[in-house]
């Protein structure tokens, strides 16, 4: 077999485990040896800094910046990716949560950044990664703030360990069209909301990310959203009527709140939507939770099934 050579650094016989063929180019970050004044090109050469390989990229190449998993990506101001077809690959091994490959928001760091991450570019992946907020500063709002478009998110994990105590934070800020994710993990079974409050996992409020950003044509596949409930108010998905366009589909997906803390009245917590619907398909299903949802638009094609008080099999 002949050796078959990737864009400055990646060679392998065959294709490379768990990296994209692209016509793009690769670059590397390692948060532990790494240097800015490298060329990124190789593992031996690679950026210390994802604002250095984020900013090297070329839009609409599909460059790849791949981050090592060997310690965690402190960011100390939000990293904005607004190029396109950018793809950020961390653990490729097939995590659904404690990925190596981190993203780290440190604390006590004054900003005036709502997100840790934020994301408007078109056609971005992101996989393998862990999120992480640690800043309690009062501006952030969420981890991740999505409002790119046909996005796809593969086996990453989303967490906020701050402001538990709030109906208007979040692991994530979704305004994002055409959102695709498989795989992933949504919030923390071990940090306890603080008094009777939603804090969710997913806000969906629109125009958070940006002006004119709403959540329309999103998917969830496969995907874990955590919560230990501080009472009945606490909700995994919130958003309003006008906050989800056309369609947001959750495909055998698990909403789990702590058995340790309260049960929450719905997972889905949503008002009448009015321009779009929410469907739930597959095995999707709701443990220590009454419902999954009691608003009109949120429509179920699950298969009939006998709930409990602590499981909450369809929407009503």
Not at 107 to 136: E, P, R, W
Not at 212 to 221: A, H
Request: hydrophobic share 40%.
């Amino acid at each position: 077999m002949s050796l078959t050579n990737f864009p400055n650094g990646v060679s392998s016989f065959g294709v490379p485990s768990g990296l994209p063929m692209t016509y793009g180019t690769y670059y590397f970050v390692n948060a532990d040896t790494g240097s800015d004044m490298n060329d990124g090109l190789s593992r031996d050469t690679p950026f210390l800094t994802l604002d250095k390989a984020v900013d090297s990229a070329t839009t609409n190449k599909d460059d790849v910046i791949v981050l090592s998993t060997n310690g965690s990506h402190q960011i100390t101001e939000m990293l904005a990716i607004s190029k396109s077809r950018v793809h950020l690959m961390g653990d490729t091994f097939g995590r659904m949560y404690g990925q190596r490959a981190k993203i780290n928001y440190a604390d006590a760091i004054a900003t005036a950044d709502a997100f840790a991450v934020k994301n408007t570019g078109v056609g971005n992946t992101f996989t393998g990664i862990k999120f992480l907020n640690n800043n309690t500063d009062a501006q952030v709002v969420a981890t991740f703030g999505e409002g790119g478009e046909y996005t796809t998110f593969r086996n990453c994990e989303f967490y906020n360990s701050c402001d538990l105590d709030s109906n208007t934070e979040a692991e994530v800020v979704l305004n994002g069209d055409s959102a695709q994710f498989y795989n992933c993990t949504f919030g923390s079974l071990a940090d306890a909301v603080s008094g009777d409050k939603v804090r969710p996992a997913i806000l969906l409020t629109k125009a958070t990310v940006g002006a004119g950003l709403v959540s329309r044509d999103v998917y969830f596949d496969n995907c874990r959203f955590w919560k230990q409930a501080g009472g009945t108010t606490t909700a995994f998905i919130k958003g309003g009527a006008t906050d989800v366009e056309r369609v947001m589909e959750f495909h055998n997906c698990q909403f789990i709140a702590n058995v340790l803390g309260a049960v929450p009245a719905v997972a889905i917590d949503v008002a009448t939507l009015t321009v779009g619907q929410i469907i739930l398909t597959g095995d999707t299903c709701a443990f220590e939770c009454t419902k999954i949802a009691t608003a009109t638009g949120v429509i179920s094609g699950l298969t009939v099934k006998t709930a409990s008080t602590t499981i909450g099999i369809q929407a009503s």
